[in-house]
């Protein structure tokens, strides 16, 4: 499996964008999807997840602006609204397999907020 995202780019404060992601490849063995986003100089975290029958989870400083979706077995989006500067990272697609400890990532993305 391998996962492509897009979408990434630069946005002004209070902006949005949305961020698509694909899978290629056995998309039966795919299992949660997720964005995680990574900011110069600090840890990798968890923006959005959402299993293959729907359920949603948020990092805390995205809930209520960023909105996961799942399409279909393969394809997620994440519609990213009222964006702010603290946003800017690297933004990852993520998945993982049926099968415990198998997991997927994407080359990142970039998006960038200006104030």
């Known amino acids: 499996v391998q996962l492509q995202a897009s979408g990434g780019g630069l946005a002004q404060a209070g902006g949005s964008l949305r961020l698509s992601c694909t899978a290629t490849?056995?998309?039966?063995?795919?299992?949660?999807m997720a964005w995680w986003r990574q900011a110069p100089g600090k840890a990798r975290e968890l923006v959005a997840l959402v299993s293959r029958s729907g359920n949603k989870q948020y990092g805390d400083s995205v809930k209520g602006r960023f909105a996961v979706s799942r399409v279909d077995a393969k394809n997620t989006h994440l519609q990213m609204n009222n964006l702010k500067p603290e946003d800017t990272a690297v933004y990852f697609c993520?998945?993982?397999?049926?099968?415990?400890?198998?997991?997927?990532w994407g080359r990142g993305t970039l998006v960038t907020v200006s104030s």
């Open positions: 490849g056995n998309s039966f063995d795919i299992n949660n």
């Open positions: 993520w998945a993982d397999g049926t099968m415990a400890g198998v997991q997927y």
